[in-house]
C-alpha cells in the first residue's frame, strides 16, 4: 500500500509539473505547426523526411534553372505562385529571364504542416537584387509553402508565417519584435489613460 501511494502521489506530482510546461509565456512569438513525425505512420502521409527531400529537391532544380525538371514533377491541377497549366512553364521562364542567375536558399529547417505540405523561410538573390523572406527592417516575416500529392508538387505560395497547423510558441525574439500590441487577439487590452479630473481650489 505505501509503494502503490507514493507512485501515485509521484505521478500527480509529475502531471502538475507538466501542466505548468505547458502554460504560455508572453512576449513569444507565435508560430503555427504540426509536430514532424520523422517516419509515416499511415498510407498517404508523408514523412517529414520526404517533405524536406521533396523541398530540396524542388529548391536545387530552381538554383539549376531546370525548369523543364520542375514541370515535370507536378501534379495534376498543380498551381505555382498562382500561375496554372501552360501558364507555369511560361510564367518561369519569364521569371528567370528577368532575374539572371536566380537562387534560392533556406534560412531555417522546414516546418511540417499535416500530412503534405512545409514551409520555410527563405532568401532570394540575383544579379543586381536580394529579397528576404524574414526581414525586421520591412516588418515581413513570411514563408515558402510546398504542398504535394502523392510525392509531385501541388502547390506553391508565398505567405505570411504562421497560417497552419496547431498553435505552438517559438522562441524567436527577432520574431517578436515584429509584433504590435493588438495583433494577437489573446493579447490583452492596452488600458486607457484615465482622464486626471481638476483639483478643487480651496477657499
Request: aromatic share 6%.
Amino acid at each position: 500500500m505505501r509503494r502503490t501511494a507514493f507512485t501515485v502521489l509521484m505521478l500527480s506530482a509529475a502531471r502538475a509539473l507538466q501542466r505548468c510546461a505547458l502554460v504560455p509565456r508572453r512576449g513569444l512569438a507565435r508560430r503555427r505547426r504540426v509536430k514532424a513525425s520523422a517516419e509515416a505512420k499511415e498510407p498517404g502521409v508523408e514523412s517529414y523526411n520526404t517533405l524536406k527531400k521533396l523541398a530540396n529537391d524542388f529548391m536545387q532544380r530552381r538554383n539549376k534553372g531546370d525548369i523543364a525538371g520542375i514541370v515535370k514533377d507536378l501534379a495534376p491541377k498543380a498551381e505555382l505562385y498562382g500561375l496554372k497549366g501552360d501558364k507555369i512553364k511560361a510564367g518561369l521562364e519569364d521569371f528567370f529571364k528577368d532575374h539572371k542567375n536566380l537562387k534560392h536558399v533556406m534560412t531555417e529547417d522546414p516546418w511540417q504542416l499535416g500530412s503534405d505540405t512545409i514551409e520555410y523561410r527563405f532568401e532570394k538573390s540575383w544579379d543586381g537584387g536580394k529579397w528576404s523572406s524574414y526581414d525586421i527592417g520591412e516588418q515581413r516575416d513570411k514563408v515558402e509553402r510546398l504542398v504535394f500529392e502523392g510525392g509531385k508538387l501541388k502547390r506553391v505560395t508565398v505567405e505570411e508565417v504562421g497560417r497552419g497547423g496547431e498553435d505552438v510558441l517559438e522562441d524567436d525574439f527577432a520574431a517578436s519584435l515584429l509584433r504590435k500590441p493588438g495583433d494577437d487577439p489573446d493579447d490583452p487590452p492596452e488600458p486607457k489613460a484615465s482622464a486626471k479630473k481638476p483639483k478643487k481650489k480651496s477657499s
